[in-house]
């Protein structure tokens, strides 16, 4: 079973950027597609973006396409979310999780391993 830990939040100013990375352990990576959700308060859990087992494929939102960048490096065990031109409405919790699905899933639901969350705020 697959534990995972966030790290790499912050405060910044918008049009920043943050790196936001997820070391998993306990269990063979590679089993798992990859994910980054987000939750900002009084909203629902919603996807940002994912990348099956291999790296080959990825995912985005529309409203982070072309600002957000997901990779995986199996060798270590990390997912890293690169945020640029970051803008107010990214402020939100945002959480890693891992789906044993092989094609990669874009509902909460579908994941079933979660980190504890990393805090993303973004200033005007």
């Known amino acids: 079973q697959v534990q995972l830990v966030e790290s790499g939040g912050g405060l910044v100013q918008a049009g920043g950027s943050l790196r936001l990375s997820c070391a998993a352990s306990?269990?063979?990576?590679?089993?798992?597609?990859m994910a980054w959700f987000r939750q900002a308060p009084g909203k629902e859990r919603e996807f940002v973006a994912g990348i099956n087992w291999s790296g080959a494929h990825t995912y985005y939102e529309d409203f982070v396409k072309g600002r957000f960048t997901i990779s995986r490096h199996n060798v270590e065990n990390m997912v890293i979310l690169q945020m640029n031109s970051l803008k107010s409405e990214d402020t939100a919790i945002y959480y890693c999780?891992?789906?044993?699905?092989?094609?990669?899933?874009?509902?909460?639901?579908?994941?079933?391993?979660w980190g504890q969350g990393t805090q993303v705020t973004v200033s005007l």
């Open positions: 306990g269990g063979t990576f590679t089993d798992y597609a």
């Open positions: 999780a891992a789906s044993k699905a092989y094609l990669l899933p874009l509902r909460a639901s579908e994941y079933g391993y």
